[in-house]
């Protein structure tokens, strides 16, 4: 698929799973999607391990986009990023944007064809400073 | 320095952080999300349960491959931040470094580890242990006493106000507790110190 691939990253899967519904529910199949959430183990918490997998299942040639919700979230997710490395790495940007909205925005952005630049600056302007 | 016993290096901190896993969790349920210690604790037991593949590579490989596994297996913000200190560690370090090559690897270690953080010095994390200790490394302190240091600088965290991580969500209110992941740093620097001291 062309379109730019979204990855929802929550410490809870609940929440992840339930923003990655909220996002099929306004762009259908049209845009690649896939969410994690939990440390793996069964607690709360984010996977690098996963979130590489959730990566790899909305690869899209367009590009990636990353939400994320708290702190340990992004930096997990900047690791994955980090191991994937390039030349993939450079299509994947983690947006500075609160989860919920940042990912429906995102990809209502990404649905329409835009490039994973204007889907990263749609979920940033959601981000006051 | 003399050949250095990974496999029991690895055991021992190991059970350092194992011992000390709810003391961790104490700390970060007072000023974070209270997962610490068993994080921590199931990291460094992924990686005891592989020491001995570890221990058979050259050091600056070990390093490495230890950091990714702490990557892979912690599970919180810790896992890449303590991964990356590791990871970095291994990619500066030589493969039978004396104390200049680690002083500088470690350099240079923090260094990534305050970028993967976003952070720096002050800001009430790990950080703030691992400044003073490189600097007693490059001081030439004994190995007992850069562990009375890396106490003394995790104690240090506790009248600070956090400024990274869940702790800074809180605001004044992280003022009086240490540091979570300022404790486990100490306590790795003593358990290193200690094997480090006895093989030399």
């Known amino acids: 698929m062309s379109n730019v691939g979204i990855v929802i990253v929550s410490h809870s899967p609940l929440v992840a799973e339930g923003t990655a519904d909220m996002v099929r529910q306004m762009v259908g199949d049209e845009v690649p999607l896939a969410w994690c959430g939990g440390n793996g183990h069964g607690g709360l918490g984010t996977s690098v391990e996963a979130i590489m997998g959730a990566i790899d299942k909305a690869w899209s040639e367009a590009g990636v986009a990353i939400l994320v919700d708290l702190g340990g979230a992004e930096t997990n997710s900047e690791m994955a990023v980090e191991m994937i490395g390039e030349p993939r790495a450079q299509k994947i940007i983690v947006c500075n944007a609160p989860i919920v909205e940042g990912a429906v925005m995102a990809a209502t952005e990404s649905s329409g064809g835009a490039s994973l630049k204007e889907v990263v600056a749609t979920a940033h302007e959601l981000s006051p400073s | 320095?003399?050949?250095?016993?990974?496999?029991?290096?690895?055991?021992?901190?190991?059970?350092?952080?194992?011992?000390?896993?709810?003391?961790?969790?104490?700390?970060?349920?007072?000023?974070?999300?209270?997962?610490?210690?068993?994080?921590?604790?199931?990291?460094?037991?992924?990686?005891?349960?592989?020491?001995?593949?570890?221990?058979?590579?050259?050091?600056?490989?070990?390093?490495?491959?230890?950091?990714?596994?702490?990557?892979?297996?912690?599970?919180?913000?810790?896992?890449?931040?303590?991964?990356?200190?590791?990871?970095?560690?291994?990619?500066?370090?030589?493969?039978?470094?004396?104390?200049?090559?680690?002083?500088?690897?470690?350099?240079?270690?923090?260094?990534?580890?305050?970028?993967?953080?976003?952070?720096?010095?002050?800001?009430?994390?790990?950080?703030?242990?691992?400044?003073?200790?490189?600097?007693?490394?490059?001081?030439?302190?004994?190995?007992?006493?850069?562990?009375?240091?890396?106490?003394?600088?995790?104690?240090?965290?506790?009248?600070?106000?956090?400024?990274?991580?869940?702790?800074?969500?809180?605001?004044?209110?992280?003022?009086?507790?240490?540091?979570?992941?300022?404790?486990s740093t100490a306590l790795l620097v003593r358990t290193v110190g200690q094997a480090i001291g006895e093989s030399a």
């Open chain 2, 1 to 183: 320095m003399a050949a250095l016993n990974l496999a029991g290096l690895i055991a021992a901190a190991a059970d350092a952080i194992a011992a000390h896993a709810e003391e961790l969790t104490a700390l970060d349920q007072a000023i974070g999300d209270g997962d610490h210690g068993l994080n921590m604790k199931r990291g460094f037991e992924a990686v005891r349960a592989e020491a001995d593949a570890f221990a058979a590579k050259p050091l600056p490989d070990a390093l490495k491959a230890i950091g990714t596994k702490l990557v892979m297996t912690v599970g919180g913000a810790s896992g890449p931040l303590f991964g990356t200190l590791f990871m970095a560690l291994g990619k500066e370090i030589s493969a039978d470094p004396d104390r200049a090559d680690l002083t500088a690897a470690f350099g240079r270690a923090i260094e990534a580890v305050a970028a993967r953080g976003k952070s720096q010095i002050g800001q009430k994390t790990m950080l703030d242990v691992l400044q003073p200790v490189q600097e007693a490394l490059a001081g030439g302190k004994t190995t007992a006493e850069i562990a009375d240091i890396a106490d003394a600088a995790a104690e240090a965290t506790v009248p600070m106000r956090a400024l990274r991580g869940r702790a800074s969500f809180l605001g004044d209110r992280s003022i009086g507790h240490m540091d979570a992941g300022a404790r």
